[in-house]
C-alpha cells in the first residue's frame, strides 16, 4: 500500500486536472477573462476631451480654471509645452474664418510616452479615435465573489465582482498638482485592492469573455 499510494494519489490529481474546463466558473477563468478586458478597457487616462494639440483662447487664459488650469499643471509636470501662435476659427453660425491667438500646447517627448489613442464611437469631424495622457493600467487584484452564471435565452452569463490593482503607475499621477485638477486620479490610486468593480461575463466556445470586449 505505501509503494501504490503515491500513484493513486498522483492519478487522481491528474484527473482532477483533466477535467478542469475553461467553460467552469471559476476564479482563474474569471480572472483572465477579466485581465483579457482589461488589457483593452483599463488603461487609466485623464480624460481630457480635447484633440491635440490643445488651444486655450484670450478668454479661457484669463479664467485660470478648467483646461487652463490642467493644461499648467501638466506643463509643469514636462509632458506638455506651451507657445503662442495665431490660428484660424470659423465662429458659430458664420462661413468666414478669422484669425484668433491662441495659446498652443503640445506633448513634450516625455508626454509622448504616455499619450494614447483607442477607438471610439465615430461622431462628426471624429474619425473614430481618441488620444489621451494615461498613467497606469488596471488588472484584477482579487475576485471577491460572482452571481449566477444563469441561462439567459441561448447564452450562459455572470457578473464577477472584483477589486483592482495598478500596474505602471507614472511618477507624475501622484504629483498633488496633477491630483487637484485631475481629481479622479487621486480616487483611482487610492481605490487600487479596496474599491468593488464589477462586470459582466458570457460563455463563448472558446471560454468566458467579458461583454464589450470587442466595443469602443
Known amino acids: 500500500m505505501k509503494t ?22 471559476n476564479e482563474k ?5 477579466l485581465n483579457a478586458y482589461l488589457a483593452q478597457k483599463g488603461n487609466l487616462c485623464l480624460g481630457i476631451p480635447s484633440a491635440w494639440p490643445v488651444d486655450l483662447n484670450e478668454a479661457e487664459r484669463r479664467s485660470g480654471i478648467g483646461r487652463a488650469a490642467e493644461m499648467a499643471a501638466l506643463e509643469k509636470a514636462g509632458l506638455v509645452r506651451s507657445r503662442e501662435m495665431e490660428t484660424e476659427y470659423t465662429p458659430p453660425l458664420s462661413g468666414h474664418p478669422i484669425k484668433v491667438k491662441v ?23 471624429t474619425n473614430g479615435t481618441h488620444g489621451d495622457l494615461c498613467y497606469g493600467q488596471q488588472t484584477v ?12 435565452g441561448e447564452s450562459k452569463d455572470a457578473t464577477v465582482f472584483y477589486t483592482y490593482k495598478i500596474e505602471g503607475l507614472a511618477t ?5 498638482e496633477i491630483q487637484n485638477v485631475f481629481p479622479g486620479v487621486l480616487t483611482t490610486i487610492n481605490g487600487a485592492g479596496k474599491t468593488q468593480m464589477n462586470q459582466a ?13 470587442n466595443t469602443p
Not at 487584484?141 to 439567459?152: E, F, H, Q
Not at 507624475?172 to 498633488?176: D, G, H, I, S, V
Open 172 to 176: 507624475w499621477a501622484q504629483n498633488p
Open 103 to 125: 495659446l498652443r500646447y503640445e506633448l513634450t517627448e516625455d508626454g509622448k510616452k504616455f499619450y494614447r489613442t483607442k477607438e471610439t464611437i465615430p461622431l462628426v469631424s
Open 29 to 33: 477563468n474569471f480572472t483572465q477573462a
Open 141 to 152: 487584484a482579487k475576485i471577491i465573489k460572482w452571481d449566477g452564471p444563469t441561462a439567459v
Open 201 to 213: 461575463v458570457t460563455l463563448t466556445d472558446t471560454g468566458w469573455q467579458a461583454k464589450g470586449l
Open 4 to 25: 501504490t499510494l503515491p500513484w493513486v494519489t498522483l492519478f487522481s490529481a491528474l484527473v482532477l486536472v483533466s477535467c478542469a474546463s475553461k467553460n467552469d466558473a
